[in-house]
């Protein structure tokens, strides 16, 4: 993982909601139903969700409303998956996006 609960900013308040995990890159995040997984990982300590396809230059989670689209990451293989406009599942495989996703099919 890219980073620590311990170095997150971000602190979940109490609540008594049941957890849940899923994978960033292998490895396993305990969140709370009805997360969004940027809120899940943030929450983690994870900070940059991609790479940009033209610089490689990484990037984090802006506006948290589904407008700016740096959140995008892979999710059970799909690629440009926006983290803030998805709640986390039991078992939900995600991984840090470097640069464009792969077009199926396609060359690179
Ligand atoms: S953080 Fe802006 S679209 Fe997800």
Known sequence: MHSTADASPFRRLDDDRPAVSFTYDGETVIARVGDSIAAALLAAGVISFRDTAVSGA??????????????????????NRQACQTEVREGMRVRHQLGARAVVGGEG
Do not use: K, T
Not at 58 to 79: A, H, K, N, Q, T
């Open 58 to 79: 990484p990037r984090s989670p802006y506006c948290l409303m589904g407008v700016c689209f740096e959140c995008l990451v892979e999710i059970d293989g799909v690629g």
